[in-house]
């Protein structure tokens, strides 16, 4: 196990290396001059001026690469002042360090994201769970027609509606907004409440479907059917071996989400005007802001693969058969 | 017709009739009661048949279809196209703040689905032809990833060792990069790569380059499905006999893995594709997919989410037909994955 997870983080840092080179070669790679892309579109000569400065647009491209990755972690000196490891540079846009803004944004997403994911987490499997054991009757055609309804909606269609009713119609909350949990633990719940429910409700209705289908699916497994043949009780047969097999696809979806979740939920962020890390990643390339978005790029790809060792770690845990070679 | 000796059978190819029809072996029969062997795909029909969920939702799916393929025909018809600014040509449809000025978004027996607040644009065309584009999008990326991750996701369970470490960190790198943001970020400079940023982009190029970004980073999620369940098939004791029996991997690839994985396939795809329309459509939300004035299903959205606190009616139009068109789809994943999976007793 210890050698899994240690072959796989160096294995993630050799993925993080190349996502970040994909990234910045990409952007070198265009015909275009990397200070004017980087510049947008109100350019004056003097931003122009400066941006080339910063990047050290005279020098080779992997010589620029080198000086990147040296700053992450080890610092650099900019014009702006010296950068502390990790160093991701300043933004062209507004000449904030990278890191920090990164660092000042996260809070959101992290409260975004798991106080939807709990939740949906538990509730869809507890429904998925209970829709599979009563399978057939009423319970499980109520559970499996709403979760169905539900998780074909999208959340830029339920988010303006639920604010249109809740906000503007019955005036109940105010429109979403982050207030930090330390200042204002009220106003940090009541402000995340609609982006919250909106995640749920749509992500726990997949939940539900998910493990209700596999659920059914292990259920009719041979070695299932052995257990009850063997007259053991039905509720031992469901939990210890039906639920247990079932596991394997939700973990693998919930990894996936959950770290792209923490990378930046652009979408729910968008339409809630959250300031988490989507809505800097969506800013930042609009104004074609290099430094911010290979941070936030390597930052989100790093949840990515953490969640990936994670959900293969587990995999071994839940399924014997499973290899971890 | 199934009681024609084989050399009666015209262009047959002549096969050995040994070879050919076994089954038919019991020779003279009744033709009435001779037991006809079912294909697999031929059982899976006839359950799906059977399934009256499926065949409405299938019906629902197809009449999406068809209003995508139809929408020139159907404009046509309706006598309006999605590109004419009705509210600023003619005076009385939109009020002096863009709204339109009837009640309801501007719903009348002309205007069937109102009027867009601000260009003034046909509503009921636009949907018709947003549907047009973010289906054909959505169907070019799903063929393309699925049939990435049947062949990455096979080979790498299957042969292990090396070509599954090789393939899983391709498979893990492809996935680890955030790819919503990915798009975002790369959909400008793969553009810049095929034109010149001066030039206005040919719409069709810009297609190319969405289904392009999106297929490089849509098979993943699949291919590790197909991956597992290879992984675990391959221990199963059916594949070790078959290995044991000294069959060669591409049979046993094609015989028995992929037999058991039609189904996770097939289901995936069903559910692939569907996630595809609200993909594309969420990054038209977040303003980088298509661009005006090619209509687009998802950039509806973007402008409902605008105008939503004083014409909530348009936004209804594009989320209504999304939530039942992915409602649609969903239910017929389900209906195939019964109709293929016969121990999915009801």
Known sequence: ?325 | MTSTSPAAVPGAGSPGPEKSDPSFAPPVKDPQKELVGRSPGRLMWVRFKRDRTGVVSACIVLAFFLIAALAPVISWLYGKDPYTRYGEIRPGLLNENKYPIKPNGGIDGEFWFGLEPGLGRDVFTQLVYGIRTSLSLAVAITLLSVLTAIVIGVAGGYFGGRTDYLLGRLTDLMMSFPNQLFFIAFTPVVMALFVNPQDEMPTWMRACVLVYVMWLLGWMTLARLLRGQTLSLREREFVEAAKVAGTPPARIIRKELLPNLVTPILVQATYMLPNNVTAIAGLSFLGVGMLEPTPDWGRMFAKGAEVYQSDLTYMFFPGGAMVIFILAFNLLGDSVRDAFDPKTGR
Request: with cysteine.
């Open chain 1, 1 to 325: 196990m210890l050698r899994f997870l240690l072959r796989r983080s160096l294995g993630a840092l050799v993925i993080l290396l190349v996502i970040s080179a994909v990234t910045f070669f990409l952007f070198y790679a265009v015909p275009r001059d990397p200070a004017m892309l980087a510049c947008g579109k109100n350019c004056t000569p003097d931003a122009l001026a400066v941006i080339r400065k910063n990047m050290g647009i005279d020098e080779p491209v992997p010589v620029q690469y080198w000086h990147f990755m040296v700053g992450i972690f080890a610092g650099r000196d900019f014009a702006q002042g010296a950068c502390p490891a990790p160093c991701f540079g300043y933004s062209f846009a507004t000449q904030d360090p990278v890191w920090q803004t990164i660092l000042d944004r996260f809070p959101t997403t992290v409260s975004l994201t798991l106080g939807g994911a709990v939740v949906f987490l538990v509730v869809g499997l507890g429904a998925g769970m209970i829709a599979a054991w009563k399978r057939g009757t009423v319970v499980d055609k109520v559970f499996s027609s709403a979760s169905l309804v539900l998780s074909s909606m999208q959340i830029y269609f339920v988010g303006p509606l639920v604010l249109a009713l809740v906000v503007y119609q019955l005036d109940l909350l105010d429109q979403p907004k982050y207030v930090p949990l330390t200042e204002d633990p009220a106003g940090w719940f009541l402000g995340l409440l609609i982006p919250w429910l909106v995640v749920q409700i749509i992500f726990t209705a997949n939940y539900t479907r998910l493990s209700r289908s596999s659920l059914i699916e292990q259920l009719q497994e041979d070695h299932v059917r052995t257990a009850r043949a063997k007259g053991m009780s039905g509720r031992f047969v469901f939990f210890r071996y039906a639920w247990r097999g079932s596991l394997i696809p939700i973990v693998t979806i919930f990894g996936v989400d959950l770290g792209s979740l923490f990378g930046g939920a652009m979408i729910t962020e968008w339409t809630f005007s959250l300031p988490g890390l989507g809505t800097l990643a969506v800013d930042s390339v609009r104004n074609t802001d290099l430094p911010m978005v290979m941070g936030v790029m390597l930052f989100a790809a790093t949840f990515i693969i953490l969640f990936n060792i994670l959900v293969d770690a587990a995999y071994a845990f839940i399924d014997p058969r499973v290899r971890l070679s």
